[in-house]
């Protein structure tokens, strides 16, 4: 929905990965319809690329509801290789991000261009 503006902002890729095995995150990609756009999904299942970010969800409430560990509700906007910001959505009343996400959408990343 908002492509054609990232596209104007200078945005050549936008990743979104997950704490999961390659063959959810492709059908997640196809229920989103993202074939032909500049997004693509990845999986993290051994959460490599979340525990070197330092983004490892492990609060006891989502973990209680999801059994193990995935990865924090997060934007980042990385250019060269250099990440310029890094938005986490998580409040102390809420560690996955659920009731607020704004900062890890697309709006905000808009904003951080």
Wanted: with cysteine; hydrophobic share 40%.
């Amino acid at each position: 929905a908002k492509e054609d503006e990232l596209k104007a902002a200078g945005v050549s890729d936008v990743l979104v990965y997950c704490v999961n095995d390659g063959a959810v995150m492709t059908g997640w990609a196809a229920d989103q319809g993202v074939e032909g756009s500049i997004v693509t999904f990845l999986g993290d299942p051994r959460s490599e690329v979340t525990k070197a970010l330092g983004l490892v969800l492990d609060h006891p409430g989502p973990m209680s509801v999801l059994g193990t560990p995935r990865c924090k509700r997060f934007s980042m906007l990385i250019d060269d290789g250099i990440i310029k910001t890094i938005n986490v959505a998580a409040a102390v009343d809420d560690p996955a991000g659920d009731d607020n996400p704004t900062v890890s959408l697309v709006d905000k990343m808009l904003s951080d261009l």
